[in-house]
C-alpha cells in the first residue's frame, strides 16, 4: 500500500540522517466533554462513580452531548532508532488541552504549538524534522493552508529540510501517536468533567446557546464573555493535566503544556512574509495562490507536493534569495535529497526500497487512486453517471419490481419539489416497472441524454430500472 510505503520511507529517511533530525506524530484525541455547573460529565466513562474534585466525588452524567468540549492534542516527539525494525514507538508524549471553542485546531496553531513544543523537547532545533499525521483538514497537506503553516515553520525554526507525510483515509492506526491514546484512555478513566458556575449574566447567555457556534456568537456580542469562560473552564482543564501528568509512555513522563496564544500564532504567520508579502491571513485555498507569484516561485523551488507527503529543502545555492543558508555541515547536507516516491518494482504489486529509490527522480505515478481516475473513460456517459451518489442520504422513494417484487430504491441527486412527487406517485400509478440486468451496459448512454437535470434513477448494484422520469 502506498500510505505504508511512504511512512516506510519517512521512517528511513529519520534514520538515514539520526543525528541531525527529529521525528513528531501528531494528532488529535476525541473531544472530551465538559459538563455544566454541578452536573459533570464522564471524560471517557459513562455512569460511573468519578472524580471530580480533590477530595470529592459525585455520580457523573451519561450526556451525549454538552455544549463544552476539551480537545488534547497529543505530539509524540520519537526517539529514532539505529534500525527499521526497531520500534518508533518511543520517546516523550506532550498533551496540550485546548477549548474547543475559542482555541480550536487548525494547521495555523497546530504549527505554532509544534514550534513551542520543539523548542522545549530539545536543547537544539534540529535542522531535518520529519512530522506524521493523520488525514484530517487540519494536517491534509494537500491544502493549501496546511502547507502555508509548514512553510511558516520551515522559515521561523530556519530548518534545511521538512517533510510531512500522512496517512491513507481509515489507516490512521499507522501513525504511532494513535497507540497514546489507549495511554490516555486509561488516565481519564473514572473523572468526571464540568466548568465552574459563572456570573449570572454570563449564564443567562450560555443557557440560551445550544452549540459552540452559538456561544461564539454570544461573546462576540457580549464583552468580557470570552474571557470569563476560559477563567470559569480553567479548573477543569487543571484537573485533566493533573491526571495526564501521572502517566508514563516506556518510564518517560507524559508532559502538558499550555495552548498557543493568538499573538503567538500571528507572530509565527508573518513569516509567510519571508517569501511573498502579499499573501493574506484569509488565503486558505489554492485559488488564492495563482495570484501569489512569488510564494509559487518559492513552491517551485524548494517543495515538492504530493497526494501522502509535502517536502521543503533549502537548495544550498550560494546567494539564492529564495533561502537561506544550510545549517547542516557540507558534507552531510551534500547528502540531502527531495523526498522519493515509493514507485513498483518491475513486474511486482510491492514497491521499491527506500535505499533504491534515495536520490533518484520519482514521480507518484503508481498511487492507486491516481491510476484508477487516469483509467476512468471520459467520455460523457462516465460524467454523468460519476455525479451519482447512490446512498441513504440520495434516497427520494422506493418502487417495487413487477417481476420480482422486491423493492428497488429511487435516487435522486437533489431533493425532489412537490411538483415533481406528485408526477412520480402518477406514473407509479400509470406504469409497470421491471430491473433488467443487461439495460445497464446496453442502454445506460441513451437513458442518461433522455432525462431531466432532476433525473431519478432506481439502481440495485449494475441494475436500473427501465422506466425514468420525463421531463
Keep these: 500500500m502506498l500510505c505504508a510505503a511512504t511512512l516506510k520511507y519517512l521512517k528511513h529517511f529519520a534514520i538515514m540522517f539520526r543525528d541531525h533530525s527529529a521525528m513528531v506524530c501528531l494528532d488529535d484525541k476525541h473531544n472530551i466533554k465538559i459538563g455544566e ?127 510531512a507525510a500522512r496517512t491513507a483515509p481509515q489507516n490512521s ?35 440560551g446557546c445550544n452549540s459552540m457556534k452559538d456561544i461564539r456568537t454570544a461573546a462576540a456580542r457580549q464583552p468580557g464573555f470570552e474571557e470569563a469562560f476560559k477563567d470559569y473552564v480553567q479548573p477543569a482543564i487543571c484537573l485533566l493535566m493533573e491526571v495526564i501528568n501521572r502517566l508514563k509512555l516506556k518510564d518517560e513522563l507524559v508532559q502538558t503544556q499550555s495552548p498557543c496564544t493568538s499573538q503567538e500564532i500571528d507572530d509565527l504567520w508573518q513569516c509567510i512574509h519571508e517569501v511573498d508579502s502579499t499573501v493574506l491571513a484569509t488565503d486558505t485555498r489554492k485559488e488564492h495562490l495563482k495570484a501569489r507569484t ?25 546567494g539564492c534569495k529564495m533561502c537561506k543558508p544550510p545549517r547542516l555541515p557540507c558534507d552531510v547536507f551534500d547528502k540531502l535529497n527531495f523526498f522519493p516516491d515509493p514507485e513498483r518494482k518491475p513486474a511486482s504489486n510491492s514497491y521499491n526500497e527506500f535505499e533504491s529509490s534515495w536520490g533518484k527522480c520519482t514521480s507518484e505515478k503508481d498511487r492507486p487512486s491516481l491510476a484508477s481516475r487516469k483509467s476512468t473513460p471520459t467520455n460523457s456517459t462516465a460524467k454523468v453517471s460519476k455525479s451519482f451518489r447512490m446512498t441513504a442520504e440520495t434516497v427520494c422513494d422506493v418502487l417495487v419490481c413487477g417481476e420480482c ?67
Design 37 to 163: 455547573p454541578d452536573f459533570p460529565v464522564a471524560a471517557v466513562d459513562r455512569g460511573k462513580e468519578v472524580l471530580v474534585g480533590m477530595n470529592s466525588k459525585f455520580m457523573v452524567g451519561d450526556h451525549d452531548f454538552t455544549k463544552t468540549k476539551f480537545t488534547p492534542s497529543v505530539a509524540l516527539v520519537c526517539d529514532i532508532p539505529k534500525y527499521i525494525s526497531e520500534s518508533f514507538y518511543r520517546g516523550k508524549v506532550y498533551v496540550t488541552m485546548k477549548d474547543a471553542i475559542f482555541q480550536p485546531s487548525n494547521p495555523k496553531r497546530h504549527s505554532a504549538e509544534l514550534k513551542k513544543l520543539l523548542t522545549v523537547a530539545l536543547d537544539q532545533v534540529k535542522p531535518i524534522l520529519c512530522l506524521c499525521t493523520d488525514g484530517g483538514p487540519d494536517h491534509r497537506n494537500t491544502y493549501f493552508s496546511v502547507q502555508i503553516s509548514l512553510i511558516s515553520l520551515f522559515i521561523d525554526l530556519d530548518l534545511d529540510m521538512l517533510v
Design 405 to 471: 417484487l422486491k423493492p428497488r430504491c429511487v435516487y435522486s441527486k437533489r431533493k425532489l419539489t412537490k411538483d415533481e412527487f406528485n408526477k412520480l406517485a402518477i406514473y407509479k400509478e400509470n406504469f409497470w416497472f421491471a430491473v433488467v440486468a443487461q439495460f445497464f451496459q446496453k442502454q445506460m448512454k441513451t437513458l442518461i441524454y433522455s432525462v431531466p437535470m432532476r433525473y431519478l434513477m432506481a439502481v440495485v448494484t449494475t441494475l436500473v430500472l427501465t422506466t425514468m422520469l420525463p421531463d
Design 173 to 207: 492506526y499507522r501513525n504511532p501517536v494513535e497507540r497514546v491514546m489507549s495511554l490516555l484512555n486509561i488516565g481519564l478513566q473514572a473523572v468526571g468533567v464540568m466548568r465552574q458556575k459563572m456570573p449570572d449574566n454570563f449564564e443567562k447567555v450560555i443557557h
Design 294 to 318: 512569488q510564494l509559487q516561485a518559492f513552491l517551485s523551488h524548494c517543495c515538492v507536493q504530493r497526494h501522502y507527503f509535502f517536502c521543503i529543502k533549502k537548495c544550498g545555492v550560494t
